[in-house]
T-cell receptor, first 112, second 117 residues
Framework: SQKIEQNSEALNIQEGKTATLTCNYT??????LQWYRQDPGRGPVFLLL?????KEKRKERLKVTFDTTLKQSLFHITASQPADSATYLC???????????FGSGTRLLVRP | GAVVSQHPSWVICKSGTSVKIECRSL??????MFWYRQFPKQSLMLMAT?????????EQGVEKDKFLINHASLTLSTLTVTSAHPEDSSFYIC?????????????FGPGTRLTVT
């Protein structure tokens, strides 16, 4: 069955450093990979989408890479800030369906 | 940007009663909406796909007679938890992709916290 793995342990980093989160998947060939941010008690908020034929995508301090050979995506936040503290979810989808399959999320804590 | 609302934001009900949760796309039309459930410290689990004008499609293991979904219009989907039990207590979230294709992001509602006593 399809499986998406994100580091279940919280990532604790110092303000100003780069946070790197990992998303690995098996038994799936997604057309799109998306990253969302979720704050406690709130719905997810879209951050970035990357297509299977793209290697890298950037948006302001965010960068996503997508390696379909390794079946892995890396999500980077540069110059991290305490306001970046949240849970980050990766989600996969196919080419013909809106249906998203979510990973379990990684909680990021940025210390001032 | 596109906004999805949910109502209520939280609800407490007694065991055995039914609860209705609304999901609305405020500034765009959505022929498809999704309903998720999220337990504490866990990820979003897709429950069902709500289709405007047709029956919902439920994921494996989700009881369609317990979780009734009605997609009444292009901007409204409702989830009714029937005969709720304490184990149904969870965070229910809907999402609505704009009708532009799966290569675009989805918009999520703020969620509804259901507590069954």
């Amino acid at each position: 069955s399809q499986k998406i793995e994100q580091n279940s342990e919280a990532l604790n980093i110092q303000e100003g450093k780069t946070a790197t989160l990992t998303c690995n998947y098996t038994n799936y060939s997604p057309a799109y990979l998306q990253w969302y941010r979720q704050d406690p008690g709130r719905g997810p908020v879209f951050l970035l989408l990357i297509r299977e034929n793209e290697k890298e995508k950037r948006k302001e301090r965010l960068k996503v890479t997508f390696d379909t050979t390794l079946k892995q995506s890396l999500f980077h936040i540069t110059a991290s800030q305490p306001a970046d503290s949240a849970t980050y979810l990766c989600a996969l989808s196919g080419d013909s369906s809106y249906k998203l399959i979510f990973g379990s999320g990684t909680r990021l804590l940025v210390r001032p | 940007g596109a906004v999805v609302s949910q109502h209520p934001s939280w609800v407490i009900c007694k065991s055995g009663t039914s609860v209705k949760i609304e999901c609305r796309s405020l500034d765009f039309q959505a022929t498809t909406m999704f309903w998720y459930r999220q337990f504490p410290k866990q990820s979003l689990m897709l429950m069902a796909t709500s289709n405007e004008g047709s029956k919902a499609t439920y994921e494996q293991g989700v009881e369609k007679d317990k979780f009734l979904i009605n997609h009444a219009s292009l901007t409204l989907s409702t989830l009714t938890v029937t005969s709720a039990h304490p184990e149904d207590s969870s965070f229910y979230i809907c999402s609505a992709p704009p009708d532009r294709g799966p290569s675009y992001e989805q918009y999520f509602g703020p969620g509804t916290r259901l507590t069954v006593t």
